[in-house]
């Protein structure tokens, strides 16, 4: 998801990746499908298979681990602020956690082609002998809209590469 607005007299784009589930609808998940494993395992313990208990009780636990990293992932954030001297980076979750400074005057973003249509383009900001990703978790349609209003607010952007392999479009008839 791309958000731009204004504040402080500069321009504030937000780069946040979407979001398919909460943070609660998540521990739903984890609940409902662990608790259903943990009964399968339940009855075939009873059953004599007594071994299977402790593989269910890690396949639980690894399932929920994974699912908290994903969850927290989609709740990442980059943030540009811009002005009229300089270009602010700044990464976090819920606070911030990393920030850089470019001169507006001296950085480059680059746009990096991908090899299959299919692919999202990457994104990077030059300056300062730095190199950094931005939007690495946008889809295509919102890394479009990022790179329409870099360009319209007449930020230097180049491009790198090509794309090589095209998807065959479906039609229906």
């Given at each position: 998801m791309v958000?731009?607005?204004?504040?402080?007299?500069r321009i504030r784009i937000r780069l946040q990746p979407n979001r398919s589930a909460s943070w609660g609808?998540?521990?739903?998940?984890?609940?409902?499908?662990?608790?259903?494993?943990?009964m399968v395992a339940l009855f075939w313990s009873l059953a004599g298979a007594w071994l299977i208990l402790p593989f269910a009780g890690l396949e639980v636990g690894l399932f929920g681990w994974l699912a908290y990293r994903v969850c927290k992932d989609t709740?990442?954030?980059?943030?540009?602020?811009?002005?009229?001297?300089?270009?602010?980076?700044?990464?976090?979750?819920?606070?911030?956690?990393?920030?850089w400074q470019f001169d507006r005057q001296d950085c480059l973003f680059v746009i990096h082609l991908?090899?299959?249509?299919?692919?999202?383009?990457?994104?990077?900001i030059?300056?300062?002998?730095?190199?950094?990703p931005l939007g690495e978790r946008l889809n295509q349609q919102d890394m479009q809209t990022l790179l329409k209003l870099l360009r319209k607010l007449d930020l230097p952007c180049r491009t790198?590469?090509?794309?090589?392999?095209?998807?065959?479009e479906r039609t229906l008839d």
């Open positions: 958000l731009k607005d204004n504040f402080d007299n609808q998540t521990k739903l998940l984890v609940t409902f499908l662990g608790g259903l494993c943990l709740y990442s954030q980059q943030m540009l602020l811009i002005d009229q001297r300089q270009i602010q980076v700044i990464w976090g979750y819920t606070r911030p956690t990393k920030q991908p090899h299959h249509s299919l692919s999202t383009q990457e994104l990077t030059n300056g300062r002998g730095l190199c950094l790198l590469g090509q794309t090589e392999v095209q998807a065959l």
